[in-house]
């Protein structure tokens, strides 16, 4: 068994250009088979029955290749050139918002690691915000290439760990991975419509006989092809797994290459599949691009032949057992640090102090910068400050805050601030009070609105969602969101609450 | 017969040929790779003036930390060679380290942002120093390999590919880990 990364890559490499080698012969393989079938059918049903022979001559052969050759590149190259955006779109993915700290150091890691596989792809870094935890890297064939993680993974990791997956996604992006990838999905693509469109046919449609070949040898020209091609799309998801699970271990080789730290990687990996990493739904193809699978499944944990057969990621455990081999430590160890690690991050949430306002030295003196806007109730103008990470507006006096709708779900999905009792009360009279609230401002009616700090208008005021009834106010034409004092630290608590049951 | 001779004359020149090209890559590769980390220490050159500058005015008593940074800046941009830059570096890097030991000791020249941000550019300027030189190594590593291998290194020595020396820790003291004492 290979120790070395060296050895492991070498030898992943081999097999995977193997396999993407007879996936190619495959292709032409069906191709052929195909045009015998068709040739063999027009030969017993046509007009020349008797008379041509069943099988292919050599010239009609190589015409096919030819065929299919062209029908190969022409599909292949529109996949790729197509396939970075259309993935970036699936999965909502935005930029790095450079104003906030997690991702500003996101994007430092990219830049650095980047200059560990020599500059030769420029990488640009997007952010999924969802809560699960995962990453993913796509590339084009223009050594264009995009690594995208989750705001989870951002809040969760440290900085050698989200090296270590940054790396990992490297390796996947400088083996060409998802460029392989997407050929392989383009050429059978055909096939898999073929398939279907075959389906829908021998399911419910009518076929119409025309000519001297009647309806029940079409449809049995058609099964032979459907059975045909069933079987060779068997063959050929058995292939891709392999293909698959082999990339996802040369990637983590490639990452130990890049970084020289198979503790941070295994610590990440861990850390990863002891929390959620589903995305919603995720279609089958793309689940290779992603670090662990974001389908659990208990497959894929599971180890022998079937398991090891039907999974596109090989099993986190076995992923481990081979880093901490190259450390020459315990798995045990790097389970008990992540785990220690995870205790100490819940045990320091700071209640106070966290939040950094952003000074700068004028003439000797530390000055906070002021933000061009000005507080709706005090009429003061708002500090800028960093809160979870985010940079928001707060108010000195009334120490209400003004946030953009979008950095929202990061605040509430990173757990850097810890919560006083006095928040803890209000929250549940908040929860408590907000229904006879929510009667009171119906019969109420009209009430004094605060204006937008940015755009002047009369902000909307209503509870954040019916859900959390956390009173805001909110100007959806500039996307900014108002919270009074101690509002966002009670609607932070209570969605996390409610995350964790 | 004749046929037979020629065909693995073929043969033989084209592996020659092949053999001389991957040589010649790897080779170029290195350069690249050495060139990469001068564009990384650069950046770090170029910074530590500016850092100097910012906290001129607030370590006025300390002069020596302030002056060991500028000269091993100065040193190090002089030296030249794989061996004798690693060690100027490794230096540049302790006498930064000294620096920022002595900054901690005030209180608003660490709240100052400016400062904040020349750490964090610093510091992930070292990384990717580090980083680059591992990419270096690697290279170094592959020529090295192909210089040494059968048949590869009938060609290298017939057309004059030398060794490259990697980045290594040559002092003992520094190699050793640091004893952390309370």
Redesign the interface.
């Known amino acids: 068994m290979a120790l070395t990364y060296t050895e492991i890559e070498q030898e992943k490499s081999i097999r995977i250009w193997t396999f993407f080698l007879v996936v190619l012969i495959f292709y032409f393989l069906i191709a052929a088979i195909l045009g015998n079938l068709a040739k063999a059918f027009f030969a017993l049903n046509g007009e020349a029955a008797g008379k041509a022979s069943l099988f292919l001559s050599q010239k009609e052969f190589l015409y096919i290749l030819l065929f299919a050759l062209c029908a190969a590149v022409i599909h292949a190259a529109y996949s790729v050139s197509s396939a970075m955006p259309l993935i970036q779109r699936n999965l909502e993915a935005q930029n790095v918002d450079l104003s906030d700290k997690y991702h500003e150091r996101f994007k430092?890691i990219v830049?650095?690691?980047n200059?560990?596989?020599?500059?030769k792809y420029k990488i640009t870094p997007i952010v999924i915000p969802t809560v699960a935890m995962n990453a993913f890297a796509i590339s084009d064939n223009r050594r264009n290439a995009v690594i995208g993680v989750t705001e989870g993974l951002l809040s969760k990791l440290n900085r050698q760990q989200l090296e270590a997956v940054v790396a990992h996604e490297c390796g996947h992006i400088v083996s060409g991975d998802s460029f392989q990838t997407t050929v392989g999905c383009a050429l059978f693509g055909i096939y898999a419509a073929m398939l279907v469109g075959i389906g829908k046919v021998l399911r419910g449609g009518r076929i119409r006989s025309s000519g001297k070949g009647s309806g029940g040898s079409i449809i049995l020209f058609l099964l032979i092809v459907y059975l045909v091609l069933n079987i060779m799309q068997f063959f050929y998801n058995l292939i891709r797994l392999f293909m698959s699970r082999d990339r996802e271990l040369r990637a983590d080789a490639i990452a130990v290459?890049?970084t020289?730290d198979p503790i941070s990687l295994s610590e990440a990996l861990y850390a990863i599949s002891r929390g959620w990493r589903g995305l919603g739904y995720i279609d089958r193809n793309l689940e290779s691009l992603f670090i662990i699978n974001p389908a659990r499944e208990s497959v894929d944990e599971a180890e022998g032949f079937l398991p090891d057969l039907l999974s596109t990621h090989p099993p986190v455990s076995k992923r481990i057992a081979i880093l901490a081999a190259m450390a020459h430590i315990d798995v045990k160890n790097i389970q008990e640090d992540v785990i220690a690690e995870e205790k100490l991050r819940d045990a320091s949430r700071q209640i106070v102090g966290n939040e950094r306002p952003?000074?700068?030295?004028i003439n000797?003196e530390?000055v906070p910068p002021a933000s061009p806007f000005s507080c709706p109730k005090c009429r003061q103008p708002l500090i800028d400050e960093e809160y979870e990470g985010a940079a928001v507006e707060r108010c000195t006096f009334c120490e209400g805050v003004l946030v953009e709708k979008g950095r929202i779900p990061r605040i509430i999905i990173r757990e850097e601030k810890g919560f006083t009792d006095r928040i803890k009360k209000m929250a549940v009279l908040t929860q408590k009070d907000g229904l006879r609230r929510m009667h009171d401002k119906a019969k109420a009616g009209a009430t004094s609105y605060l204006k937008c700090p940015k755009c002047g208008q009369d902000m909307l005021r209503n509870f954040y969602t019916t859900v959390y009834l956390v009173e805001i106010d909110r100007c959806d034409m500039c996307n900014l969101i108002w919270f009074d004092k101690d509002e966002l630290e009670v609607l932070q608590y209570l969605i996390e609450n409610k995350k964790s049951g | 017969m004749v046929w037979i001779i020629l065909g693995v004359l073929l043969l033989v020149a084209i592996s020659v040929i092949a053999m001389y090209n991957q040589l010649v890559s790897i080779r170029n590769e290195v350069k690249n790779a050495w060139a990469g980390i001068e564009v990384q220490l650069k950046r770090r050159y170029d910074l530590i003036p500016n850092l100097v500058e910012t906290v001129k005015g607030y370590l006025t008593h300390e002069r020596t930390v302030l002056e060991n940074v500028i000269k091993a800046r100065q040193q190090a941009i002089d030296v030249s060679g794989v061996k004798e830059q690693g060690k100027a570096e490794n230096f540049l890097t302790q006498s930064l380290r000294s620096l920022f030991a002595v900054v901690e000791n005030y209180p608003n020249l660490k709240a100052n942002e400016n400062i904040m941000a020349l750490q964090e550019e610093l510091t992930s300027t070292e990384n990717k120093i580090s980083f680059a030189r591992n990419n270096y190594n690697d290279w170094a590593m592959n020529l090295n390999k192909a210089v040494e291998q059968f048949p590869t290194n009938i060609i290298a020595g017939t057309f004059g590919f030398k060794r490259e020396d990697l980045f290594e820790i040559e002092d003992a003291v520094v190699r050793e880990a640091p004893k952390v004492k309370f």
């Not at chain 1, 200059?115 to 500059?119: E, F, K, Q, S």
Request: aromatic share 0%; charged share 35%.
């Open positions: 430092r830049d650095e690691v200059v560990a596989t020599g500059n290459k890049l020289r952003r000074v700068m030295i000797g530390p």
